[in-house]
Structures are given as C-alpha cells and as structure tokens.
C-alpha cells in the first residue's frame, strides 16, 4: 500500500518545489511522486499523470494538493474517480480535505457525480425548449436566412441579366455587401462548376 503523489504547474516556469514538499509530508514515497510541467489540467494526456496512473495499484492512494490538479471540470473529476474506484484506489486532496477510503470522501464525490449529470440535464432540457420556442414561431432553429425570398428573386435576376456574382452581393447588402457564399446558397449555386463558372 503506498502512497503516490502527483503534482502539476501549468506553465513550464512555474515551480512544482511546494506541492512536492507538501506530497511529502502527506506520507508519498518520494520515488513515487510524479510532476508535470507546463502541462493544462484540461489535456486528457499528461505525460507524468499517465505514468502516475500506470503505477498505481489495489490500495493505494493517490495524493493530490488540490483537485484541479488532476483535472479542470466536474466530468473529468467524476471520469478520473471511477477509474480510481474500479483500480481499488484511493483519492486524497489535501487541500480540500477528501479523502475516498472516508464516508465523507465518498460522499463528496457522490455529490460532485450528482451535480454533474444535475447539469447534463439542465443542458438537454434549455437545448429542448429552445428548439420548442423556435418552432412555435415558425422556424426551424439554427441561423436566420441571410436573404428573405424577396432578396433571393432579386439575386437570381441580378445574375439572369449577367452581374458578377461579387457585384450582386454588394447591390443585395445595401451598403453592407453579402458574402458570396450567400449568394451562392440565394441563387442555388452549390456545385464547384457552378461557382467556377461565375
């Protein structure tokens, strides 16, 4: 049963001296502590985190200074704790006080696991109404159309007496010239021929 320690700066001139000293007096054995430097908590691959976690064995416990160490959001806190949980793996913070082979520990996280899919849920059910709303005033969601039906009748004439597709854009913007993939899409040029032929 050992206690293993990893420790993580984000930029390459921060320096990892206080969270090693601190994983040290938490009881890591000091061949068994893991440092990465100028490595983001949001990257899924840290080379000494991937390391820590290949060293890590049934009743062990990992010793961190502080959850955002080891990841940036809820969900990977969450990913990260499960993946303990299924090793026999203990998660020890020190700064927060939690420490899994407690009933408070555990708890904690079963917190942060309910407040993670809490939020899932807020996400899918805004995602929902909003498309509801949307449709209940006539449309289908996404982005309004650039150009209404009559801009795009003016478009397809602009083009039938031979303005460039550049010049069509400028006279549909009134002022504010249209991008040409625009009119491109008004006048139901989707094909490479067809825009090279313009």
Known sequence: MARVGYARVSTADQHPEAQRDRLLQAGCDPDLIFTDHGASGASASRPAWDRCRGALRTGDALVVVKLDRVGRSVRNLIEVAAELEAKGVDLVVLDQGIDTSTAAGKLMFHLLAAIAEFERDLIRERTRDGLAATKARGRNGGR?????????????????????????????????????????RALGMTSDSDKAAS
Do not use: E
Request: glycine residues 10%; charged residues 30%.
């Open 144 to 184: 309004k159309a650039r150009l209404d039906s009559d801009q795009r009748a003016l478009a397809a004439k602009l083009r039938a007496d031979g303005y460039s597709i550049r010049d069509i854009g400028i006279m549909l913007g009134n002022g504010k010239p249209v991008s040409r993939q625009t009119v491109y």
